[in-house]
């Protein structure tokens, strides 16, 4: 029976990086919570299998999905109201025990930097270690992100494969990384919106209380 990402490594689903030898650190005995940020505008399934699927690889005992308050990267672009982002991802996740959902990043206010994320779930977890899951798109992003060099000593960062995007930790910190292949899901918030706004389905790519709520609310309508 595998005992942890090592041995994951070993059957070949964890696609160790370079740097961090055993695909992620070892148990330290502490709880393990997953971080799933996101702007999850909508959230879809996309984001539930990888979730999903890293936390079943890291041995994790929770998945917290953190919806952005105000995605500053994404600031070229109409985001959809928070407390709508945030009842969706309640929607897709409240099935699931391992799953929940935070508000610490729009109840802060202003921008939301991942940094202040992992800040505020140390302070509300003593005791636990973090898990940061992120996609191949945000991973290759990340040393834009604010105060990076503390980053990796908040949380291990998991990225994960997208569709379209090439996954690797090229100039990122020895150790501080794991790359994970996840069942590809070739969905995307931008294309659920898209297709939302010709009248096209998204029944299956997203949750089906996710898809009420979308027209109950009447998102992305005329986008
Ligand atoms: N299909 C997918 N497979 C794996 N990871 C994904 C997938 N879609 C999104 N992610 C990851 O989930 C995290 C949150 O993504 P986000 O909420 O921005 O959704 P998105 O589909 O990328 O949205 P948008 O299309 O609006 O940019 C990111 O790290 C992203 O890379
Ligand atoms: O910390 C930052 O500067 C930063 C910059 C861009 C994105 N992030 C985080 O990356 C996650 C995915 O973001 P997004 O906007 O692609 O959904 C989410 O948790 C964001 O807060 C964080």
Known sequence: MPTGPADDAANGTVRTPQHSPGGGPAHTGKRRLGVMGGTFDPIHHGHLVAASEVAAQFHLDEVVFVPTGQPWQKSHRKVSPAEDRYLMTVIATAENPQFSVSRIDIDRGGPTYTVDTLRDLRALNPDTDLFFITGAD??????????????????????????????????????????????????????????????????????????RYIDKRELYRGE
């Open 138 to 211: 945000a991973l290759a992003q990340l040393l834009t992100w604010r105060d990076t060099e503390e980053l990796f000593s908040l949380a291990h960062f998991i990225g994960v494969t997208r569709p379209g995007h090439h996954l690797t930790d090229a100039g990122l910190p020895e150790g501080g990384v794991s790359l994970v292949e996840v069942p590809a899901l070739a969905i995307s918030s931008t294309d659920c919106r898209a297709r939302v706004a010709k009248g096209d389905p998204i029944w299956y790519m997203v949750p089906d209380g996710v898809v």
